[in-house]
């Protein structure tokens, strides 16, 4: 079965963020028809009218009254999903357009990642979403696994909106802001928009954006003490080996501080572009992007407890100017990453 069009999305945030009830929405909103759930336990998704049963397989599933299909998490989540791309195919339907994997409240998206590459073979569109609690800021009260989270995703959902004041609102748009500038920022009022714009999908080639329900202007971004947006921009065209000898020198260096990387730089023909990015020490396949149109090459370090000086010192025969990027955040669109 062809599954390039299926969409996988992993849904994070810390106990209690509202990942669940962005979810329901998300199928009570009709996409549960083409949509697979996998949850720790089937009763997370408190649905009613929802059919559970034991398919030939030994996976205990529930079938939901809009017709998504839910399942619960094995220990191997490899299986868990290999099992349900199969059934799909021996009951002769379409590939479904969307999976969705609502991690516990401690699952950080990198290992889930690396478990995914074993799923190579079905060429997901990985899509990463985080739920932000506005009335519980999650950096304050879980910081290693909400920093883990937030700065990993492709899409930020800010929830709880209707429980705090204006300020607090835009001051958690600030936070979003501050620890991953690449994130796409969901603020809406709407349940069914929320949800609808979380799931949506995303091109990772263009430059964030914030959707809002009504006409805001986002305020500078706030720093956070232990977390720090960094660019490295190349002051020459880098060899190809010696852009990985570099990054991976990087890797070395920071190890499980670093939250996320992103960078555009010169492939291995030298007039081609390709896309590099990680989520934490995890990194995805090089994408090579149809422009070649992009001469600013420079890669993006999201980090935790790692100052500047510290990424100044790697080895590596390149050369590049580091800057602080929190201060400058409309210069992402400049590397065309999100």
Not at 173 to 181: H, L, M
């Amino acid at each position: 079965m062809n599954m390039a069009c299926t969409q996988f999305v992993i849904l994070a945030g810390i106990l209690g963020s509202g990942k669940t009830s962005l979810l329901e929405a998300l199928l009570d909103a009709g996409s549960g028809a083409s949509t697979a759930v996998i949850v720790n336990e089937v009763g997370a998704i408190n649905i009613d009218g929802a059919v559970l049963s034991e398919s030939a397989r030994g996976m205990t599933m529930a079938t939901l009254s809009n017709g998504c299909v839910c399942c619960s998490l094995t220990d191997d989540l490899v299986t868990t999903v290999e099992e349900l791309v199969a059934l799909r195919s021996e009951e002769g339907k379409e590939p479904f357009e969307r999976i969705v994997l609502e991690c516990s409240g401690l699952s950080r998206p990198g290992a889930v990642m690396r478990s995914l590459e074993q799923l190579a073979k079905f060429r997901f569109r990985l899509h990463i979403v985080a739920t932000y609690d506005c009335s519980r800021p999650p950096l304050d009260s879980d910081f290693e696994d909400a920093s883990a989270q937030l700065t990993a995703a492709h899409t930020v959902v800010l929830t709880k909106i209707d429980l705090v004041s204006a300020e607090r609102r835009a001051q958690a748009r600030g936070v979003v802001a501050g620890v991953n500038p690449l994130a796409r920022i969901v603020d809406e009022f709407s349940s069914s928009i929320r949800a609808r714009e979380a799931f949506a999908e995303v091109d990772t080639s263009v430059s964030p954006r914030i959707v809002v329900s009504e006409p805001t202007r986002v305020g500078e971004a706030l720093l956070h003490p232990r977390v720090r947006v960094f660019r490295a921009r190349f002051t020459q065209k880098p060899n190809w080996e010696d852009v990985l000898e570099w990054l991976e020198n990087i890797t070395g260096m920071t190890g499980d501080r670093l939250l996320r990387m992103k960078a555009i730089v010169a492939g291995p023909h030298g007039s081609e572009r390709v896309l590099l990015q990680s989520v934490g020490t995890t990194f995805a396949a090089p994408r090579r992007l149809a422009s070649t149109s992009f001469d600013d090459l420079a890669a993006v370090f999201i980090v935790r407890d790692c100052a500047m000086v510290e990424l100044q010192q790697v080895e590596g025969a390149l050369g590049v100017t580091w800057t602080a990027l929190q201060r400058e955040l409309p210069d992402v669109s400049a590397v065309h990453v999100a």
